[in-house]
């Protein structure tokens, strides 16, 4: 799970969570979003039952974008209404769909906008000491090899010390 910002663009889904759950996800496989993280949905919008006058998709816009807000309440046609008229159950469930929110991509943009590869050589096949392959002299160090890192620095930390670790290894050999 990651708790990060999400990005609706016209092409889909973007923004750090969507870079962080990428490297996992395989195609077909589902999604699920939780929309308004850390907020009590069911109480957030029985109490707006008790005090607004907004049409619930108005409501929801105060959670999510108002775009996507109306493209949901134009779903169903039990959230096509003042939030007053609604019944609790609609809005449990509403709250229960936002919360946890299920969705299989159609794909992802592929290596032009990775910014990871997501594999690469083996690192059973390397010396973790100096990054020597089974072959020697071969040495393989960041992106290249199967280390993949969550957003925030760790892939280029992996590509800086590895490349470190290869560079004193080889320096030793040919001073030695
Ligand atoms: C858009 C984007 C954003 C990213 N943001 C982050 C981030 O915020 N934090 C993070 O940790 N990581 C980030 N990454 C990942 C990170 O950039 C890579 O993991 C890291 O740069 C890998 O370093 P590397 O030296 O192994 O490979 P590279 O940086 O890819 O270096 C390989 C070099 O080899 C050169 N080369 C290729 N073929 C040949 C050849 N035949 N002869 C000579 N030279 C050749 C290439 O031109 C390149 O300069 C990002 C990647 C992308 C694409």
């Known amino acids: 799970m ?30 699920r979003v939780n929309l308004a993280p850390g907020v009590d949905l069911p109480a957030l919008l029985l ?5 607004s006058k907004k049409l619930i998709a108005n409501e929801l816009a105060s959670l999510v974008p108002s ?11 039990a959230l096509q209404r003042p939030i007053s008229e609604a019944t609790d159950k609609a809005l449990l469930a509403l709250a229960q769909r936002l919360a946890d929110w299920e969705l299989v991509p ?32 071969l040495y393989f160090i960041g992106e290249v090899v199967d280390v993949t890192g969550w957003l925030g620095g760790y892939n280029f930390q992996w590509a800086w010390a590895s490349g470190f670790a290869c560079a004193q290894a080889l320096a030793q050999k040919i001073s030695g």
Do not use: C, N
């Open 2 to 31: 990651f708790s990060e910002d999400l990005l609706f663009t016209h092409r889909g889904l973007s923004g750090p969570a969507v870079l962080q759950i990428s490297s996992f996800w395989r195609e077909g496989q589902p999604v």
């Open 67 to 77: 775009r996507l807000a109306d493209a949901w309440a134009s779903q169903d046609p």
């Open 106 to 137: 159609t794909g992802s943009e592929g290596y032009k906008k990775a910014e990871v590869t997501v594999g690469g050589v083996d690192t059973r096949d390397l010396s973790s000491q100096t990054m020597e392959s089974k072959q020697p002299g």
């Open 47 to 51: 109490r707006a039952k008790a005090t």
